[in-house]
């Protein structure tokens, strides 16, 4: 059976068409994804009146009721943007094509622009596909699990002198767990945390009341039998006990691995979270064709409001 990605229904936009389109026609489909209520015709976002006037020589309207004037990016996440509408969404379909992630290196030269500006448009995304999850939780059977990144410690070169990395006392402090809960055929939502018991409030916080929750043999996951019916699956003797399993969590951190090791080789540290949001939001449209998932990041950053961690990030000014 042919793999989805392989598949022609996993390829509805691309390149191509994007930069064929045009300047005018890639503005339209932004004023679509704004405004896809009232047919991509402006709204004031000040009063909400339907009646504007349009500016062409700066693209911009001016409310016919408060006079206010403002652009289709105005008070969404890529307010105050330089870059042209072409190059907006043609950033947004080289990020979702990548299956595993797309480097802000790369980005820079596919779109020509400063490697700055390519991380912080991948970080603006990032942030407006997380807003999908919040406040979301997961029922049914939930499968939970932790994987630690980052706290690289380097081993010494003089045989005698390496010590045992796996103890605390020989770390850098830096390492960090990131905590799944995972629905079957559901959603997938994450956190990241100093350890796999101070995950645990976290699970409970987004997990119904109900749910089946099935973990390893981590004993940071025996606080949930108080809460949940629980299956566990001791992992040193097999991966599936009596439909018992965490194949799904240990899919996601697959996916994560792979962002760290092949795209980004390093996502540990304060962006770490970000980066395990957009894991899951990944995982969570992987059966959804390429031109879909633009278009649900494209109406994501138009909904989403400015940004108060990447507004004038390089500039200090946040």
């Known amino acids: 059976m042919q793999h989805f990605l392989l598949s022609s229904q996993a390829r509805t936009i691309s390149l191509k068409a994007v930069f064929t389109m045009g ?8 004023c679509q994804m704004r405004w896809p209520e009232n047919e991509g015709e402006a709204v004031c976002p000040r009063c909400g009146c339907v009646e504007t006037y349009n500016i062409t020589s700066r693209r911009k ?5 408060c006079y206010h004037q403002f652009s289709v990016t105005s008070g969404t996440i890529f307010a105050s943007r330089k870059m042209s509408f072409t190059d907006l969404l043609a950033a947004i379909v080289i990020f979702v094509n990548g299956a595993k992630g797309i480097a802000a290196l790369q980005l820079s030269r596919d779109l020509d ?5 390519a991380f912080v448009l991948t970080h603006k995304l990032r942030e407006a596909m997380a807003r999908e999850n919040m406040g979301a939780t997961v029922g049914g059977v939930v499968e939970v699990d932790g994987a630690y990144f980052g706290g690289y410690s380097k081993p010494a070169n003089e045989k005698a002198d390496r010590k045992d990395r796996r103890l605390l006392e020989n770390q850098t402090g830096k390492r960090q767990v990131v905590v799944v809960a995972r629905e079957r055929d559901g959603r997938t939502l994450s956190t990241v945390t100093g350890s796999e018991a101070q995950g645990v409030p976290f699970i409970r916080s987004v997990v119904e009341t109900g749910a089946t929750v099935h973990a390893d043999e981590g004993t940071a996951w ?7 019916e629980t299956g566990r699956v001791n992992h040193s003797f097999r991966y599936m006990d009596k439909g018992v399993c965490t194949n799904q969590a240990e899919s996601y951190f697959s996916r994560l691995r792979r962002m760290e090791v092949g795209t980004h080789h390093h996502i540990a540290g304060p962006y770490l979270n970000a980066y395990a949001g957009e894991a899951s939001w990944r995982e969570d449209n992987r059966r959804v064709a ?3 998932q633009a278009g649900k990041v494209g109406v994501a950053a138009m909904e989403a409001p400015v940004s108060r961690q990447w507004k004038g990030y390089w500039q200090r000014a946040y």
């Open 290 to 292: 390429n031109g879909a």
């Open 113 to 117: 622009c400063q490697y700055k500006t």
């Open 23 to 30: 300047e005018d026609k890639a503005y339209e489909t932004f």
């Open 222 to 228: 025996d606080a949930l039998h108080a809460s949940y």
């Open 61 to 65: 309207f001016k409310c016919v009721a």
